[in-house]
């Protein structure tokens, strides 16, 4: 079955669209040239794959992920704390990983430190919170949570916060090649 040719057209019309938006601020050259070449192009199938093939271009361009590498690392952070806390009863080891997690999240993303450590360190909390209300329990676990009990854990915010802004200055120094 193949595409209707209304639909290859719209189809192609939105690909350049969205390459060319995505190019423009970084790359606007090229998003220009990208159209120019679109125009040019006759049938439905040349432009569809021409306008393909440029949406691929916009996103492996130089900086175009590059808005989407620190959530992933924030989501990625927080999932492995979550996991961590998950398989782990809370003690000094929990706090070393909060404390890894933010520093490397800190110098990966310094002007996001702040964001980062309050993620990191509100995990604990939360997965205890998530114990609490949903009944669902590691093996390990015995005792029964309640919310008072795991509001305390708040209290790893501070060494979390602590590590990520001690993470982002290490990561501005790293940028800039200054010592303090």
């Known amino acids: 079955m193949t595409m209707a040719a209304t639909t290859k057209h719209q189809l192609a019309d939105w690909l350049m669209d969205h390459a ?13 040239a990208m159209i120019s070449e679109n125009a040019a192009l006759g049938a439905d199938d040349e432009r569809l794959r021409w306008s393909a093939g440029c949406a691929l271009a916009s996103y492996r361009a130089p900086g175009a992920l590059e808005g989407l590498l620190y959530p992933a ?13 998950w398989s782990a009863d809370e003690s000094l080891r929990t706090v070393a990983v909060l404390s890894l997690i933010g520093v490397v999240l800190g110098a990966f ?3 996001y430190a702040w964001i980062s450590g309050l993620a990191i ?3 604990v909390s939360a ?3 998530f114990e609490t ?3 669902l329990r590691p093996a390990y676990e015995t005792h029964i949570h309640t919310l008072l009990h795991d509001a305390r854990w708040t209290v790893l915010v501070a060494p979390a916060l602590t590590a990520a802004i001690v993470g982002g200055h290490a990561g501005r120094m790293l940028r800039t090649g200054k010592s303090a």
Do not use: C, D, F, I
């Open 127 to 129: 997965t205890n919170s």
């Open 109 to 111: 993303k310094p002007r």
């Open 73 to 85: 690392a924030l989501a990625a952070g927080v999932v492995l704390m979550s996991a961590y806390q």
């Open 20 to 32: 060319a938006g995505r190019l423009r601020r970084r790359r606007p050259e090229w998003a220009e």
């Open 133 to 135: 209300l949903s009944g």
């Open 121 to 123: 360190g509100l995990v």
